[in-house]
């Protein structure tokens, strides 16, 4: 079985296939249509080891992270798309926004 994140962050691999995405138009979609349960597990999970995640990518060359380290951006890019709706809406879509979009047309990049 191949791992998509670092070794010292293996119990996070249940939610790397799905929250792993490089860019953030894929992670607000993944959001949009994930359930407030699957956000809550997702915070949950990365949130307590947020700080050790950073700490560890800090130590690498950011022009040239190794694939597992990317990932564990990802997914940190992605605990930051679940904050708001965990800690304050209480559901996946931006209230009282109507059909309104977002539309990113640069990334952020390592």
């Not at 539309?103 to 390592?110: L, Q, W």
Request: with cysteine; charged share 20%.
């Amino acid at each position: 079985m191949s791992h998509l994140l670092p070794a010292e962050f293996a119990e996070l691999e249940p939610f790397a296939g799905k929250w792993c995405l490089p860019t953030e138009h894929e992670r607000y979609n993944t959001r949009l249509a994930s359930s407030m349960e699957e956000l809550q597990a997702l915070y949950s999970a990365v949130t307590p080891r947020y700080e050790e995640a950073v700490a560890y990518l800090e130590k690498l060359p950011l022009d040239a992270l190794p694939d597992d380290a990317t990932n564990l951006l990802h997914l940190i890019y992605s605990l930051i798309q679940a904050s708001f709706p965990v800690e304050v809406w209480h559901q996946p879509k931006v209230p009282d926004t109507g059909s309104s979009t977002f539309d990113c047309f640069t990334e952020p990049v390592p």
